[in-house]
């Protein structure tokens, strides 16, 4: 696996306590599509179809 960036890393972190886009681009100071890119670029490094399959994979791992 791709190793995550420092972003991808805080896109997950919100992800696990926020579940709207609009607040992570908030509290990250990025755009929403921002977050939706990171979020694509996630599913591909952990080869997953949607946001409930990371979330559950994340859940698992931390």
Do not use: G, W
Not at 12 to 36: C, G, Q, R, Y
Not at 37 to 44: A, K, P, V
């Amino acid at each position: 696996m791709t190793p995550l960036t420092i972003r991808e890393v805080d896109v997950l972190k919100k992800m696990m306590h926020d579940s709207s886009l609009d607040i992570i681009a908030e509290k990250l100071f990025i755009s929403k599509n921002t977050v939706k890119t990171h979020l694509r670029n996630l599913y591909i490094k952990f080869e997953l179809k949607n946001k409930d399959e990371l979330l559950l994979k994340v859940k698992s791992i931390f």
